[in-house]
């Protein structure tokens, strides 16, 4: 199946400037872009007055959680975790899981976003979802070590990887995923880096969310959340996923430096939850790759990276008392191709390039909000939002086109959403 979409300003994200041409796709690659294409195709998109761009890339959610969006809000995080949502998730059923997470799919593909790195529990169903609807995904089961020794969580992690690496036409990676220093002990964490080093797996895990974090950390280690980290050894053996990491010094900074992976900074979720500001500059000065994600929708209460894109820009503009920190093109490339490094797919995804995996979007500017156009990537980074995605290609197929989803019955969904969250949380 070949498909081409004709006259589309196209953003590579790739180091060159914006140009008007034409993209043609063969099956799941993109084999030609440049300013005319001949080629018979199967299907053409004609997308005048559109722009193309790489799908953006969720590096941190927690794609269930959307059955929790607005359930809680307004509340300090470890209240928000401990009193409303373990006890909701406690309740959440396997079917529970896949229809969460098929929720947030919906929201990610209709606002650009074509791969997503997910950490929760029933992985199984997120996968199902995630095959069924054509995202992108990298999976981990998040494992928690406070009352028992999560030998039955290790067990769900092992066949998550065992059943689904390299799944659905090789869209779904997967990931170990000791969720933080304050709920993984010392020992358990390090039996499961030396796992992860083992299989040659990479680790997503939360890092120095809030202050309180960092209090209890020294408390019973004597150290920061990132010296934890470090000292077993975490940063040298395995490639990690760090989402968060907004409590971090110079030197914490410093340990993080070399490391293969990086920081998921989520912008929207930091503010919402009253956590701080990620010194994003000073870890991308000291050469570490951070990406954006949102959170799961329990805290961010969207999943739309337009949002976060906009967010991580002016929050470093505000904290450095600085508008030309973090500019436009820096914050598009933390949501496509710095994020497609953390989650280990950038040979693969996050620009848009021949051999590349087609993950495009294509964003509608005959808006009057998109008028006139002056810089393509200060468009995209500050006036775009997630509703002006008209079509969403990953892997070569199309997920959505004129705002129509095309793997996913909407009605049934809803139907299925309204009476399932109400069930968990009743009560809670
Ligand atoms: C064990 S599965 C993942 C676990 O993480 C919880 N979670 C969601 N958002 C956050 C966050 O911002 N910080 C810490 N933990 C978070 C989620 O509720 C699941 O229990
Ligand atoms: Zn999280």
Redesign the pocket.
């Known amino acids: 199946m070949k498909t081409l979409i004709r006259d589309v300003t196209i953003l590579t994200m790739n180091d060159e400037a914006p140009f008007v041409g034409d993209i043609l796709i063969d099956e799941e690659r993109i084999t030609n872009i440049q300013a005319e294409v001949i080629a018979d195709a199967d299907e053409v998109i004609k997308a005048t007055g559109m722009v193309a761009m790489p799908g953006l890339i969720n590096a941190h959610q927690?794609t269930p959680?959307s059955l929790l969006r607005g359930f809680s809000d307004d509340l300090k995080?470890m209240d928000w975790?401990d009193k409303k949502?373990?006890p909701a998730?406690a309740r959440m059923t396997p079917e529970d899981i896949y229809w969460g997470a098929k929720l947030s799919m919906a929201e990610m593909i209709r606002s650009g976003t074509t791969t997503f790195a997910d950490?929760?529990?029933h992985m199984n169903e997120v996968a199902f979802a995630a095959e069924e609807v054509g995202m992108r995904a990298s999976l981990t089961r998040?494992?928690?070590f406070l009352a028992d020794d999560g030998g039955k969580r290790m067990g769900e992690a092992l066949d998550l990887i065992n059943r689904w690496t390299g799944k659905a036409e090789g869209r779904i990676t997967t990931m170990l995923?000791p969720?933080?220093p304050y709920t993984c002990p010392k020992e358990p964490f390090k039996e499961v880096i030396a796992l992860a080093e083992k299989l040659k797996m990479p680790i997503h895990t939360?890092l120095a969310?809030t202050k309180e974090e960092v209090i209890k950390i020294r408390e019973k280690y004597n150290q920061t959340p990132a010296e934890f980290l470090y000292n077993i050894g975490l940063f040298e053996r395995t490639h990690a996923l760090l989402a968060?990491s907004v409590h971090l010094n110079s030197h914490d900074i410093g340990l993080l430096k070399g490391m293969k992976g990086g920081v998921s900074h989520n912008p929207v979720?930091n503010l919402k939850?009253g956590c701080g500001i990620a010194p994003v500059l000073d870890m991308i000065e000291q050469g570490i790759t951070v990406g954006l994600g949102t959170?799961?929708a329990?805290?961010a209460t969207t999943v739309d990276m337009f949002e976060e894109i906009k967010a991580a820009t002016w929050l470093q503009k505000l904290d450095h008392g600085d508008p030309t920190r973090l500019p436009a093109s820096q914050a598009l490339l933390m949501a496509t191709r710095e994020s497609a490094k953390l989650l280990n797919i950038h040979d693969e995804v996050g620009t848009l390039e021949i051999g590349k995996k087609a993950d495009i979007i294509l964003i509608d500017i005959r808006k009057p909000h998109l008028q006139p156009i002056h810089h393509i990537e200060s468009l995209m980074a500050y006036s775009v939002n997630g509703g002006d995605v008209d079509t969403t290609i990953v892997n070569g197929k199309t997920l959505m086109r004129g705002r129509q989803l095309l793997t996913i019955d909407e009605e049934e969904l809803f139907k299925q959403v309204s009476c399932r969250s109400k069930r968990i949380t009743e009560g809670v």
């Open positions: 927690h959680m995080l975790l949502m373990l998730e950490m929760y529990i998040g494992l928690v995923g969720h933080s939360h969310e968060h979720s939850l959170d799961g329990g805290s």
